[in-house]
């Protein structure tokens, strides 16, 4: 039992981080630009199908470009669509951001079909990690490393450079940015562009694990919104704590009781906000209260 226990929580935190890239964007999104993102599942799944693109191009060295060009993407729509909606009634922005989620599922759709496409892992992470009563695969233990990196890297970056604390101030008082003599919506634009990086580099992530399919973001948008609620909005912590916390809930429950996998997170949801409101480490938003 504890080998099953110490095997399904690694594969749980794995899923966790995962979950984490996505729900960080989001946040980071949401505290910056007061957008709740419905088309972020969408940027998850376009990084996951060019990253398969790129792979079968060029091999795998090529897959990380695709993150960056996801990104570009998305600094593109934010210039010409969502920064129409900043200071509108939240309503408007969600039809917007969902109607934008359906086109770019609708577009992969259109150029890849609707079947499910085989995104093999690489041959040198074949095989498993055996350690103890731990036994996990190769693939799995490099998603959780890589995923660990991106966060932490993403930490220093938003903890240590000037820049990071351009956003961070930003996200509390535009107004006061914008008085400083900074370029506000280049910043606008660029954090819209990370979000959407960050979303990518997740969906690339899960491409081996996951079917690629058309439909695949709503696999982790629905989850990156209940860590997002259990962690906070705009809580960069409240994202990774609840993130890793959701994916273990759930490969765990996937090996005791699979018919209640898809339901665990919602309950975990409900009993937090029943005792944090506003998340674990969530704030208050002027923008939204």
């Known amino acids: 039992m504890i080998d099953v226990l110490l095997t399904q929580t690694i594969n749980g935190l794995m899923l966790g981080m995962i979950y984490v890239l996505v729900a960080v964007g989001l946040s980071i999104t949401f505290g910056m630009l007061g957008i709740i993102n419905f088309a972020h599942g969408a940027f998850f799944a376009l990084g996951a199908y060019i990253g398969l693109l ?7 060295w090529a897959i990380w ?3 960056l060009v996801v990104g570009g993407i998305g600094m593109a729509l934010e210039k010409v669509l969502i920064s129409k909606l900043y200071g509108r009634e939240p309503l408007i922005s969600l039809v917007v951001t969902f109607a934008l989620g359906l086109l770019i599922e609708a577009i992969l759709r259109w150029v890849f079909g609707p079947a499910g496409q085989p ?11 055996e350690y103890g009563p731990i036994l996990i695969t190769k693939y799995r233990f490099a998603v959780l490393l890589c995923s660990v990196v991106i966060v932490v890297g993403l930490w220093l970056f938003l903890t240590y450079t000037s820049y990071g604390h351009v956003l961070q101030a930003g ?15 280049l910043v606008q634009t660029l954090v819209f562009g990370l979000g959407c990086t960050l979303a990518a580099a997740a969906g690339v992530l899960a491409a081996p694990i996951w079917a690629v399919i058309p439909s695949m973001g709503a ?10 609620a259990i962690g906070g909005l705009g809580s960069f912590s409240g994202a990774v704590v609840s993130g890793l916390l959701v994916g273990v809930v759930t490969t765990l429950t996937v090996q005791f009781k699979p018919e209640a996998a898809t339901a665990a997170m919602y309950v975990l ?14 704030k208050s938003w002027e923008r939204v209260e």
Do not use: C, N, Q
């Open 54 to 60: 790129f792979f079968r191009t060029f091999g795998w």
């Open 65 to 67: 470009l695709a993150p």
């Open 219 to 228: 696999s982790a948008i629905m989850p990156a919104f209940v860590i997002v």
């Open 119 to 129: 995104f093999a892992t690489p041959k040198f992470l074949a095989g498993v990690i």
């Open 171 to 185: 996200s509390k008082d535009p107004e006061m940015v914008e008085m400083l003599g900074i370029d506000f919506p």
């Open 269 to 282: 949801m409900f009993l937090v906000l029943l005792f944090f409101p506003r998340g674990i480490l969530g």
